[in-house]
């Protein structure tokens, strides 16, 4: 008989094994009991159940966005063609941040290689990198990642990156526990504030400013898309 004792005043798990003790004729005589240390079997599927519940949060929580992208990028698409290539490239972003999120075992993210995984296939060589070596959490990482496909999709249809000398400059730092982003335009298309935003200035504005609590301001100068983002770098991760 074994029997599984909850953990004592000091952490330890134990188990108790009792045994029967017989004699010559197959009689009980009384009984063996064993106390065995499971403390590390019992951490590890402690362990094993936090992760299967994590990974349980995050499988849900990410169907949820991707349902969410798909539903609005089919009422902001006009053709089905127009419709598929948002949805994989929004799809593409979340891949490539999951990838390094996974990478760094779900608890940071670097921002310069945020920037590189999604800028280089627009043409990383037209945009200036400047920042420090900025770390941010998971949720940040995934909503900064989708900010910057928005931003740089945009300047690759309308904005500077949509001429062979257009250019883009990228700024980041972290000043008193808040995180600052800046992307602007240069020698690009005459460009004119919208009469309403799009789904992708939607998405930009709903991830960091639901998820992260911060804000997004945008200006739309004649040579090209300014746009300012901030968010305190210790702002508590929404579900």
Do not use: C
């Amino acid at each position: 008989l074994n029997h599984h004792l909850a953990r004592d005043a000091r952490g330890l798990f134990h188990m108790v094994r009792i045994n029967p003790y017989r004699d010559k004729g197959n009689r009980i005589q009384g009984v063996v009991v064993t106390l065995v240390d499971v403390t590390t079997l019992a951490q590890a599927e402690e362990h094993q159940q936090v992760l299967i519940s994590e990974l349980n949060h995050r499988v849900k929580n990410m169907l949820a966005v991707i349902a969410s992208i798909a539903s609005r990028t089919r009422e902001s698409s006009d053709t089905k063609e127009e419709f598929a290539d948002a949805l994989i490239g929004r799809l593409h972003a979340m891949s490539r941040a999951y990838g390094l999120l996974t990478r760094e075992r779900w608890k940071e993210a670097s921002v310069r290689e945020l920037l590189q995984q999604e800028l280089e296939p627009f043409g990383i060589e037209r945009i200036e990198l400047d920042g420090e070596d900025v770390k941010l959490g998971p949720q940040q990482g995934l909503s900064l990642s989708m900010a910057i496909h928005e931003l740089a999709t945009n300047a690759a249809k309308y904005g500077a990156l949509s001429k062979t000398d257009g250019k883009v400059s990228v700024q980041w730092s972290i000043k008193d526990d808040s995180f600052t982003f800046g992307w602007r335009e240069k020698d690009g298309p005459l460009v004119k504030a919208p009469l309403e935003n799009g789904f992708g200035l939607t998405l930009l504005q709903g991830e960091i400013g639901y998820r992260l609590g911060g804000n997004v301001e945008t200006v739309f100068h004649k040579d090209g898309l300014s746009v300012q983002i901030a968010f305190p770098a210790n702002h508590k991760e929404a579900p």
